[in-house]
């Protein structure tokens, strides 16, 4: 298994060797939205829509484990920058009791709560779409007490310098996710004929093998920081911290997430045509950002390891180099969807609306893309600094104070093409929000 020892490495090597397991897990992710949405448009534009709109509310909760593990990821890698390897074990097992706790008390909130607010967001114009979403909706909440545990467990070990084992963890679970996939949703063989419901199904069986690894990992001999069943004791300082660092973030993310719950009732407002082009666009600007993704990852890490060892110049450092490669990466990969924007909708879905939705949202939302993403990168230096009270603040206003309220002026306005008009806009704000954060912030100071 490949560690990467950021404290010893050259910057770029560390950054690059921690960024591509890194950017390899998210195309894997992106990859099997794009599978799963393949599939879905078979059964047609209705059915299509219903996982497109209940994921604004699964990663409302889901941003409950990632505000968690960017908790981790500060304190374990602070830690281990320190070389106290006592305290790196000891936050791992500490990370696991609150985040599988939260977990549970989400899935049964996301739940009962289910049917109204997806109600809300299909709104009378795209009403049909809410039996199909709900099925898709209450299967998929039932895993997500899983999708902590994974999450814990890759955070801590990349906040050690091992973002291996989390692109490993993704590739066995999307694997089987594609694999049950199609016979779920058709019924192939001896399988039942689930439609929708049987893309979240295939999904909570990827999910409980990965989470059964992830947990026989932290634990084994073959782990970086093995675990012992005495740091599972709880530890109510380190609780404390958690809490303190981890909620901030969870809540940045969730109401975030919400926001896009709220961005989505706008989107349903046009019908399924818009929706569809809405979830396409989506996926494949995920899967253009996955190289953000990457390099924020490696940067949270870096800058954690940094910080922990008093090596302020060398975290400086390796935020500005991710940033120059995230320009050049991103600007090249937009200019492709900005020219091939149309024959990638019809890819997905061959709907003569569809596909001139799809076509007009690419034009549209490639110009922020280098820009935006780049935002990731200084919003992930905050992160490994602990400074998540600065990254709730950013996230909050980029949809609450920013995104949304345009959007619910422009939509009314221009149509459709005002919530394409003010994504650009909240995009380019958010990323200078973000870095005067980091720049005038004390991000320096240990939280540990």
Do not use: C
């Not at 879905?40 to 059915?47: A, E, R, S, T, W």
């Not at 909620?247 to 961005?263: D, Y």
């Amino acid at each position: 298994m490949a560690k990467v020892n950021v404290l010893n490495e050259r910057i770029e090597y560390s950054l690059f060797h921690l960024a591509w397991p890194l950017i390899v897990s998210n195309a894997l992710q992106t990859i099997y939205n794009i599978v799963d949405s393949y599939f879905l448009g078979k059964l047609g534009p209705v059915q299509f829509s219903a996982s497109t709109i209940t994921w604004p509310v699964i990663f409302t909760f889901i941003s409950l484990a990632m505000g968690f593990s960017n908790a981790g990821i500060a304190i374990v890698s602070q830690s281990y920058g320190k070389m106290d390897i006592q305290k790196v074990k000891k936050s791992i097992g500490q990370l696991y009791l609150v985040t599988i706790s939260v977990g549970l008390l989400a899935t049964v909130l996301g739940i009962a709560f289910a049917k109204p607010i997806l109600n809300s967001i299909a709104g009378s114009e795209s009403r049909d779409v809410v039996p199909y979403a709900l099925k898709y909706y209450i299967v998929d909440m039932l895993g997500l007490p899983l999708v902590f545990i994974i999450n814990s467990t890759t955070s801590a070990m990349r906040a050690v310098g091992d973002s291996q084992f989390g692109m490993r963890i993704t590739l066995y679970m999307n694997l089987i996710n594609m694999f049950f996939d199609p016979l779920l949703i058709f019924g192939i063989g001896p399988f039942p004929k689930l439609g929708v419901a049987g893309a979240a199904w295939a999904t909570n069986i990827g999910r409980f093998i990965a989470a059964g690894i992830s947990v026989y990992h932290v634990v084994s001999k073959k782990a970086h920081v093995k675990i012992s069943k005495s740091d599972f004791k709880p530890d109510w300082k380190i609780i404390g911290l958690i809490f303190k660092l981890g909620l901030p973030s969870a809540l940045g993310m969730s109401i975030t997430s919400a926001g896009f719950a709220v961005i989505m009732k706008y989107v349903a407002m046009f019908g399924p045509a818009v929706i569809s082009a809405y979830g396409i666009g989506n996926r494949v600007t995920n899967l253009v950002s996955m190289i953000s993704f990457g390099l924020a990852g490696a940067v949270s890490t870096m800058v954690g390891q940094f910080i922990g060892a008093k090596r302020y110049k060398d975290a400086e450092y390796t935020v500005l180099k991710a940033f120059y490669w995230n320009i050049t990466i991103i600007g090249v990969l937009s200019l492709l969807t900005f020219i091939y924007g149309k024959q990638v909708t019809q890819f997905f879905i061959n709907d003569p609306k569809v596909i001139q939705m799809g076509e007009i949202y690419f034009k549209y939302i490639s110009f922020s893309m280098p820009i935006f993403t780049a935002y990731m990168i200084y919003n992930n230096a905050l992160i490994g600094a602990g400074k998540t009270i600065l990254t709730m603040v950013g996230d909050i206003l980029r949809l609450w104070g920013i995104r949304i309220p345009i959007i619910a002026a422009l939509s009314l306005t221009f149509g459709f093409k005002g919530i394409f008009v003010g994504m650009i806009i909240s995009n380019l704000i958010v990323f200078v929000i973000t870095y005067l954060f980091f720049r005038l912030s004390n991000w320096k100071k240990s939280v540990v």
